[in-house]
């Protein structure tokens, strides 16, 4: 059974940083990928970024692109999200998530669907 937990969320002003974590557990990311999607209120989820070993890409949302910067530390078992020059708009509350056990989210596309286990998610505030 697959674990994920997210940490990091926090209320920050437009242009700061904040990094998010993901630890995880019961998945190798060598057969799995594993992703930030956000949802923020009244919208649907949306995909941040997604690491997918097997498949050999890293990708990210054109909303997001060349401000986040996703990594991982494989001896702590956990994934980051790097959020620079954040803005209002992306406030939400961010998900750790992976496509364990059926493995239908290697493409990294960024459909919610493709996912199966998901954290509980933290929440991210951008505002003045």
């Known amino acids: 059974q697959a674990q994920l937990v997210e940490s990091g969320g926090d209320s920050v002003q437009p242009g700061e940083s904040l990094t998010l974590s993901c630890r995880y557990s019961?998945?190798?990311?060598?057969?799995?990928?594993i992703a930030w999607f956000r949802q923020a209120p009244g919208k649907e989820r949306e995909g941040v970024s997604c690491i997918s070993l097997h498949r050999g890409w890293t990708k990210y949302a054109d909303s997001v692109k060349g401000r986040f910067t996703m990594s991982r530390d494989d001896a702590k078992n956990t994934v980051y999200l790097q959020m620079n020059s954040l803005k209002p708009e992306d406030t939400a509350v961010y998900y750790c998530?992976?496509?364990?056990?059926?493995?239908?989210?290697?493409?990294?596309?960024?459909?919610?669907?493709?996912?199966?286990?998901w954290g509980q998610g933290t929440q991210v505030t951008v505002s003045s």
């Open positions: 998530v992976s496509d364990f056990p059926l493995g239908y989210g290697s493409s990294c596309e960024g459909k919610s669907y493709e996912y199966d286990s």
């Open positions: 019961g998945f190798t990311l060598q057969y799995y990928a």
